[in-house]
T-cell receptor
Framework: GAGVSQSPSNKVTEKGKDVELRCDPI?????LYWYRQSLGQGLEFLIY????????KSGLPSDRFSAERTGGSVSTLTIQRTQQEDSAVYLC????????????FGQGTRLTVV | AQSVTQPDIHITVSEGASLELRCNYS??????LFWYVQSPGQGLQLLLK??????LVQGIKGFEAEFKRSQSSFNLRKPSVHWSDAAEYFC?????????????FGSGTQLTVLP
């Protein structure tokens, strides 16, 4: 596609439910990132995929968070047993591999846990 | 570990005035540095980036930034601000070595432009 696509754009869920957030990166981009942006906060790194390498999961805040990337393209971020503090905008980005490559961001999924 | 500090949480300038947004980074080698802008309800858009060469880099929308190794800074500037520049601005650093390419962002500076 023309850009990074994220779905849904908004998600309201009840505390304790599981949610799945989807990211469609730009075609041909081998790197994919997930970030979380909480109200009044900067962007918190969650996870990074690069080609077929093992993902860098160092930013995942708890074992309730997981992500996968199928076929080196679409990625799904799953949050299990959601908590109110999980409410945030979840941003996905993708890039090519190489020196100083630009990361292109999607418009994000706004998650509200009630 | 790499880190980025944006000391100004909120800046207000008048339309037509000059602008400088501060960014300080911490990284052991020469970093890759970026400035992104986020308008309300939008994703992030790259304004400019530095990874080698001329330390003064030009970006889109009339923005520029200067890499100063001695000060570990990468401040963003614009000579004359337009009302449409009101947004949140994020400085980011990426490692220049190893396999990790994650971007580490500062906490952002919210820019308000007065008419």
């Amino acid at each position: 596609g023309a850009g990074v696509s994220q779905s849904p754009s908004n998600k309201v869920t009840e505390k304790g439910k599981d949610v799945e957030l989807r990211c469609d990166p730009i075609s041909g981009h081998t790197a994919l990132y997930w970030y979380r942006q909480s109200l009044g906060q900067g962007l918190e790194f969650l996870i990074y995929f690069q080609g077929n390498s093992a993902p860098d999961k160092s930013g995942l805040p708890s074992d309730r968070f997981s992500a996968e990337r199928t076929g080196g393209s679409v990625s799904t971020l799953t949050i299990q047993r959601t908590q109110q503090e999980d409410s945030a905008v979840y941003l996905c980005a993708s890039s090519t591999t190489g020196v100083g490559t630009e990361a292109f961001f999607g418009q994000g999924t706004r998650l509200t846990v009630v | 570990a790499q880190s980025v500090t944006q000391p100004d949480i909120h800046i207000t300038v008048s339309e037509g005035a000059s602008l400088e947004l501060r960014c300080n980074y911490s990284y052991g080698a020469t970093p890759y540095l970026f400035w992104y802008v986020q308008s309300p309800g939008q994703g992030l858009q790259l304004l400019l980036k530095y990874f080698s060469g001329d330390t003064l880099v030009q970006g889109i929308k009339g923005f520029e930034a200067e890499f100063k190794r001695s000060q570990s800074s990468f401040n963003l500037r614009k000579p004359s601000v337009h009302w449409s520049d009101a947004a949140e601005y994020f400085c980011a650093v990426a490692s220049s070595s190893g396999s990790a390419r994650q971007l580490t962002f500062g906490s952002g500076t919210q820019l308000t432009v007065l008419p």
